[in-house]
């Protein structure tokens, strides 16, 4: 995936939550836009840690694993059409 195409999920006025789904099956549900920072070929995904001592983390995942882009509100609404980008 180009970075620019997931750019302009994050950039959306407004903001729509997405789900950027792995060809390994795995997702991550991007809820506000500082959950996600875009590299040339990577993203960091941040996500709030369970304890108080390590508030937030983090994880570093290729753009060229990702299988597609969908809104999470669309997800739930079968029928409506295919909103993912591949």
């Known amino acids: 995936m180009l970075p620019s195409t997931l750019q302009g999920y994050v950039r959306a006025q407004p903001f ?5 789904v792995m060809n390994s099956g795995d997702s991550y549900d991007v809820r506000h836009p500082e959950m996600i920072r ?4 990577f993203f960091n ?5 369970s304890t108080d001592q390590f508030p ?5 995942v290729s753009l060229l694993l990702v299988d597609k882009v969908q809104f999470i509100d669309a997800t739930a609404a079968k029928g409506k059409g ?4 591949q």
């Open 16 to 20: 729509r939550p997405f789900r950027v």
């Open 38 to 41: 875009l590299g040339r070929d």
């Open 45 to 49: 995904y941040y996500s709030v840690a």
């Open 56 to 60: 937030e983390t983090w994880e570093t």
């Open 82 to 85: 295919d909103t993912s980008v």
